[in-house]
């Protein structure tokens, strides 16, 4: 997807969205275990109630991979569910030397068919920059992340008093451009939003940690917009385990209405 | 498997090496396709050729990914034909917040029954500990990685004058112990091998760039070398792909035989 559609979506759908797809066997609604595939028939639950309030779905690997080959074929279900004009992601995290790189997009871009995959920055330019070789295909580096260990490396300064997640954003714009480079900022640092949006102005903005994390939503906006949005604020467990009854579905449209109105009013 | 086992493997085989199962379709001998699971195969001739000179295998993900639930199959026939007294390493690079580190662990050390998988610090603490919590089984962290672009973030230094990988080194000692915790360091940096030793005397090094990527095997036994070796050198592609006709194997088996060789007069 282009960084055009993804931001007329946002204008026409007038929410910044995404919905993690965190799909977890111990936590769906317990009916749903009757089924062959009850991964698929929750992620097609959560997508049906929810595709006309979001704009972007990010399954977690972790979640399918941990189911085994069973799981893949889930994951595999689930992209090709997710109507064509929602944008896609990736949550891999993955990250390694030149060749194994160039295969994991393979997998996630051309394989999957997956729009953007996230991806940790510690390894450098040759673990990144195979991602950015497939026409309107994203990858979106870790800057500063929303868990508690992000204090540990991510802040730590260097001689001329920059921190690790300045000199990411910073360098990776070497080798990427807004048109094919994101950043995860997590919503747990509303007072670095300002700082790193100056850092990255065109740059699309993953931001994790809204909800079940802390983050506070207005702070993000207010601090982290610019004149594309430029956020995709992900909320995963607040709205997909919003109901475990008959009635599940309509919790979690209930819920994605919320947070789709809230981003309505913010962008008004 | 315990660091004791380990060692042991080390002393009885005269050997450090780990063989990379970088499997991948475009590279395996050509008359293996014909099978129904080619990489099983491929993985299965390799195995078997080497498992009486190396001490541990290493699985790259990415080459089992990029075939879908296929390549997942074919991994977990490979572990379970991995002999038990062989170290496992998923080469996962996985690394993400606490509840899904926390995933990634139990597939990789319950589903799917490794000794080891590779971890990316770049989110700090809550990525790594919940694969801390498994009996005889390790999280190795990324510290000084063999790629080019290892130089990017990697040998950052802060306001004392210490590099990233050494803030690394360190604060995962406040994490894991030489029991459960081993550091990837590259080859390719033979000058540091003294100061990263220094840094971690106790600790497991896996050590990729020997072989395909120019390192020096000689200088990392001189300079990396514990009393408990406390080295498993890695070489994929020099090993697995050294011969591609229907002879294949015993050059494969040729090829671990001068390293096992080699690494036998290291010790010496």
Redesign the interface.
Same mark, same amino acid.
Request: net charge neutral; proline share 5%; charged share 30%.
């Given at each position: 997807m282009t960084k055009q559609a993804l931001v007329q979506n946002i204008r026409e759908k007038q929410s910044f969205l995404c919905v993690g797809l965190?799909t977890d066997l111990t936590k769906i609604p317990h009916h749903l275990l009757a089924y062959q595939d009850p991964v698929f028939e929750f992620n097609k639950a959560v997508i049906d109630a929810t595709k006309d309030l979001c704009v972007a779905y990010k399954p #977690?690997l972790?979640?399918y991979? *941990?189911l085994? @080959?069973?799981g893949?074929?889930s994951l =595999?279900k689930t992209l090709e569910y997710i109507p064509e004009n929602i944008f896609t992601i990736a949550?891999a995290?993955? !990250?390694?030397? !030149?060749n194994? *790189?160039k295969? /994991?997009a393979?997998?996630f871009f051309e /394989?999957?068919n997956f729009d953007a995959v996230t991806v940790?920055? /510690?390894?450098?330019?040759?673990?990144?920059t195979p991602f950015l070789e497939f026409d309107d295909k994203w990858v979106i580096v &870790?800057g500063l992340? *929303? #868990? =508690? !260990? *992000?204090?540990?490396? +991510?802040y730590?300064?260097? +001689?001329d !008093?920059r921190t &690790?997640y300045d000199?990411?954003i910073t360098?990776a714009q070497e080798w990427g451009n807004p048109n094919n480079l994101m950043y995860v900022v997590g919503a747990t640092h509303p007072e670095t939003f300002a700082e790193i949006r100056a850092l990255a102005k065109d740059f699309f903005f993953l931001v @994790?940690g809204v909800g079940a +994390?802390g983050g506070d939503m207005n702070a993000v906006f207010k601090h982290g917009k610019n004149d594309d949005i430029g956020l995709l604020v992900n909320s995963s467990r607040d709205i997909i385990y919003a109901g475990n009854g008959l009635d599940f579905q309509e919790e979690i449209r209930r819920k994605a209405q919320q947070v789709q109105k809230s981003m309505n009013d913010l962008m008004a």
């Open positions: 965190d #977690n972790a979640f991979e *941990s085994g @080959p069973k893949w074929k =595999e949550d995290k993955r !990250g390694d030397i !030149g194994t *790189s295969m /994991y393979k997998t /394989y999957m940790a920055p /510690y390894m450098g330019k040759d673990s990144i &870790l992340t *929303s #868990n =508690e !260990g *992000s204090a540990d490396f +991510q730590l300064k260097d +001689q !008093g &690790l000199k990411v360098k @994790p +994390q």
